[in-house]
């Protein structure tokens, strides 16, 4: 008989922060293979920090964090990250081809050659999210939400059991925003975990887990149970409107 899967986040009364200093105590998650969690509160409450710490940028204050069964970043082929702003650089023009293709590096190691299921992963994160007709454009060209998608489509191309974005959606037009959602679909179908930081109440409503944080873990748990007025009274000083 097989040992069951290991949880893809794991986190046992933690600490994160950053030089020793908490941001966010006392933090338990349970996250399976498939499910999603949406992390919630307003700017600079810990969300960018717990998904820094998942993705191995930062090492936990205290408490037990795993990811994949193992210590945080020392699986970069099967967790992908996506920070809040990620950055293109004016004095290395490259094409969304180029950097789509980047998500792919980690499988490929340092003198691993770009394959034919290489190709056809980057040509497939492209097709979902809409910039297949960008592939050859340079990154300086394109508007906030075409490289919003870019990366999107980077991060979905390394085909991770774990996926880690910080607000993803900041900039997508409904279009845009549609096959994002469907792209996270697919990814939760073909087995993979998704941990999502956002301001938005409605990207809870097709998830597996919230979590309410300022600072301090306000509630955890399915989100029926967590965004509860009271408690978004707690975090955001308003209640959901129904």
């Known amino acids: 008989m097989s040992a069951p899967a290991a949880a893809a986040v794991s986190i046992r009364a933690a600490s994160v922060g950053y030089d020793g200093a908490a941001v966010v105590d006392a933090i338990d998650v349970h996250l399976d293979g498939g499910q999603l969690a949406v992390l919630m509160g307003t700017n600079g409450c810990g969300k960018s920090t717990l998904l820094k710490t998942l993705a191995g940028l930062i090492a936990p204050v205290g408490g037990e964090v795993r990811v994949l069964g193992a210590a945080p970043g020392t699986q970069p082929v099967e967790v992908a990250y996506l920070s809040q702003h990620p950055a293109s650089s004016p004095t290395m023009p490259l094409s969304v081809a180029d950097v789509v293709a980047m998500g792919r590096f980690a499988r490929l190691g340092l003198l691993g050659r770009f394959g034919a299921a290489d190709k056809a992963a980057c040509a497939a994160s492209m097709e979902r999210m809409g910039i297949t007709d960008l592939a050859g454009r340079s990154m300086m060209e394109l508007s906030g939400g075409q490289r919003q998608r870019t990366f999107l489509a980077q991060a979905l191309a390394r085909e991770a059991s ?52 300022a600072h301090r873990v306000i509630a955890a748990g399915p989100p029926a149970e967590v965004l509860t007025d009271a408690n978004l009274r707690d975090c955001y000083g308003f209640t959901e409107q129904h």
């Open 162 to 213: 774990l996926l880690l974005v910080d607000e993803p959606t900041a900039g997508l037009d409904p279009a845009s925003r549609a096959l994002f959602d469907t792209a996270i679909a697919d990814e939760r179908a073909r087995g993979a975990a998704v941990v999502m930081a956002t301001h938005d109440l409605s990207d809870a409503e097709s998830a597996d887990l919230a979590v309410l944080l």
